[in-house]
């Protein structure tokens, strides 16, 4: 008997990425063995038996699992390969663990049958929760866009939705953007589904996961499978629903080869299974929102869950407005004067700014100097803490010369600010407050779950933090919002700039005001107090920001209105990248329909692998810029991102 194998390793450029082996006992496709690939061996999932090849070929090794993954698993690889140009060895990988042809020692050989009955899971949902789970329920569409405000529940609607699946005896799969920021949710499922929910994330080692992988392939009833965009790719067999939380964020779309986005697979499982697809948040992507739009996808939830919920107090400070800084360059007095009473009144004060460190640029004043990474060329930020440069690309650190290095004058100032100074700052004004600090420098050596409890209960009086505190965190006793510059991320050459401040707003705006205490108040510093962003998020207003963005992108031929691709050339030499780069756009430039930026340096230009220059190319139509880019010959160098997040 013969069969094609799909190989999870690479072994020719120009191959359709299937081989052909042969096996003397009869094999299932889905089946994962261990196949010869030159004078090494690999693993390899079974696609289907086929003829007997005219050339001699070579006998599979071993069936490491009898169990095949489900079918829809072989579709998702299939698809994937072609919808983003990936080598199929390379999609292959994605849907199995680490080490999984090793023996290992099994602590736990299946998982338990919990003893769970439906019915005891009582799920109360308002009348407007009720009526969104009701228009998911009848739309036709597999994929559909549940936009609801901060606060107004969806977590309800999803454990509804897991449970409906559940009676008829099919599993979930929940998508997250990160398991440390969503132990609420995880905590709300495992109450609602006790022994019935499995969570992944990258704290896992490979043997565990590998563990988790096996009890789920074998799992003889319904699972509740939680976990990072990895989760999608786990073998859930009879799979009823997939839910997509905060389905804006970024971290869905997988950045390392091969390059995708989780909420387009997460479409595509739900078309082949004719399963419901859920994409939940209070700030949808507007390309998914205009696309939901297009099909009549889109249920609205626009009240809070909590009839106690309050709308928030908004003060808009310009930061030109020097009177408004008399107590502090960095705090506004209204804002201070809030933070003052709240530690009155034993609630709570989140300071928010999304720049980490104590201060991004370190100069000479003398001459000019700047401190910049010797990999990027990028400016090195102060930590006051270590009293270290780093690098917040590569993680490149270095101590703080004391004398400039080109003239030795002892003048180095250092310029901007991040989360770190302004908690010096804060401690300088409230030296009474207990202040907790939630950014990427500190979530690696404390626990950002038991952090987040301490804060929860009230033992600490100021949160500061970066984007890490805007999602999900439920805060009891938060009374105040501050968000010491709105506009930071405006300025970035991105076309989803604006779509990311907005989110970032309208998500830590709606930490406060969600009914546990009776004050909510949101403080806005900002050099551009008129901008129709910041405007439309202290609206709380989604429609009038969307169609501000969709009039930009369109003008601009920004998705939704064309189909997005970034050839990104890496070489040691500026000079090869150049000439490579200007070859690429020749060949290009052959092609139809398709619309092809001149040259230019990469936003981060210089990194330790070299010099980087890209190609932006547009088209209205998919088939034509994959047509393009099939055109371009294969080089290491060249790195090719189908509908990227960001051009930066």
């Not at 390899?44 to 070929?57: D, H, L, Q, W, Y």
């Not at 991040?418 to 300088?428: A, D, F, P, R, Y």
């Not at 001149?598 to 088209?619: D, M, V």
Request: proline residues 7%.
């Amino acid at each position: 008997m013969y069969y094609e194998v799909i190989p999870t390793k690479l072994f020719r450029a120009d191959s359709d990425g299937i081989l052909t082996y042969g096996s003397e006992i009869s094999l299932k496709p889905g089946q994962i063995v261990e196949i010869p690939l030159g004078r090494s061996k690999c693993v390899g999932i079974i696609k289907s038996r086929t003829k007997k090849p005219a050339f001699p070929v070579k006998p599979i090794i071993r069936v490491i699992y009898d169990t095949p993954v489900p079918p829809h698993i072989i579709s998702a690889i299939t698809w994937l390969s072609q919808y983003y140009l990936c080598p199929l060895p390379q999609c292959a990988s994605l849907f199995l663990p680490q080490g999984v042809e090793k023996s290992r020692r099994k602590v736990q050989k299946t998982l338990p049958k919990p003893i769970f009955d439906p019915k005891t899971a009582k799920i109360s949902l308002n009348p407007a929760q009720k009526q969104a789970l009701e228009t998911l329920q009848s739309l036709s569409k597999p994929t559909k866009l549940l936009h609801g405000v901060t606060g107004s529940g969806k977590t309800n609607i999803y454990l509804k939705t897991a449970l409906d699946a559940f009676k008829r005896q099919k599993s979930t799969i929940l998508l997250v953007p990160e398991i440390a920021l969503t132990s609420q949710l995880v905590q709300i499922f495992e109450r609602t589904f006790p022994g019935l929910v499995i969570t992944l994330h990258s704290r896992q080692t490979e043997a565990t996961r590998h563990q988790i992988w096996e009890n789920i392939l074998t799992s003889d009833h319904p699972l509740i499978i939680i976990g990072p965009r990895s989760a999608l790719l786990t073998p859930v067999k009879d799979l009823g629903a997939i839910i997509v939380d905060e389905a804006h964020e970024s971290s869905y779309f997988q950045e390392n080869p091969p390059k995708y986005s989780a909420l387009r697979l997460a479409s595509f499982i739900a078309q082949n299974l004719k399963i419901s697809c859920i994409f939940g948040s209070a700030t949808p992507l507007v390309s998914d929102y205009y696309l939901a739009e297009q099909n009549h996808s889109v249920v609205t939830i626009k009240e809070k869950a909590k009839t106690t919920a309050i709308t928030p107090v908004f003060h808009v400070i310009d930061l030109k407005n020097k009177l408004q800084f008399t107590k502090n360059r960095y705090f506004s007095n209204d804002l201070l004067n809030s933070i003052k009473t709240n530690l009155e009144n034993h609630h709570q004060t989140l300071i928010f700014h999304n720049r980490r460190g104590s201060a991004p640029l370190t100069i000479c004043k003398n001459c000019g100097w700047q401190a910049l990474c010797p990999n990027c060329y990028l400016p090195l930020s102060l930590h006051t803490d270590s009293y270290q440069l780093i690098c917040h690309v590569c993680g490149y650190s270095t101590p703080v010369p004391h004398s400039c290095p080109d003239c030795r004058g002892a003048d180095i100032i250092h310029k901007g600010f991040g989360t770190k100074l302004l908690e010096h700052e804060l401690t300088k004004l409230f030296p009474e407050a207990k202040i907790a600090r939630f950014d990427a420098d500190n979530r690696k050596n404390e626990g950002l779950d038991a952090l987040y409890q301490e804060v929860k209960s009230g033992d600490f009086d100021i949160i500061i933090g970066t984007q890490t505190i805007a999602k999900g965190l439920d805060l009891p006793l938060l009374a105040t919002v501050g968000v010491v510059q709105a506009d930071s991320g405006l300025a970035l050459p991105d076309f989803t700039s604006e779509e990311r401040v907005f989110q970032l707003l309208t998500q830590v705006i709606g930490r406060v005001g969600r009914g546990h205490i009776d004050i909510a108040e949101v403080f806005l510093q900002t050099y551009q107090p008129d901008h129709p962003v910041i405007n439309s998020a202290i609206q709380a207003d989604y429609a009038q920001f969307y169609q501000h963005l969709l009039k930009t992108r369109h003008k601009a031929h920004f998705p939704p209105f064309s189909y997005l691709a970034k050839i990104s050339v890496t070489y040691k030499s500026e000079a090869t990248v150049v000439k490579h780069i200007n070859s690429l756009h020749q060949i290009l430039q052959k092609t139809q329909k398709v619309t092809i930026s001149n040259p230019t340096p990469a936003f981060h230009e210089y990194s330790n692998s070299g010099h980087t220059w890209q190609l932006i190319l547009k088209s209205t139509s998919r088939a034509a810029l994959l047509s393009a880019l099939k055109s371009l010959p294969k080089s290491s160098g060249v790195h090719i991102t189908i509908d990227p997040p960001t051009l930066l």
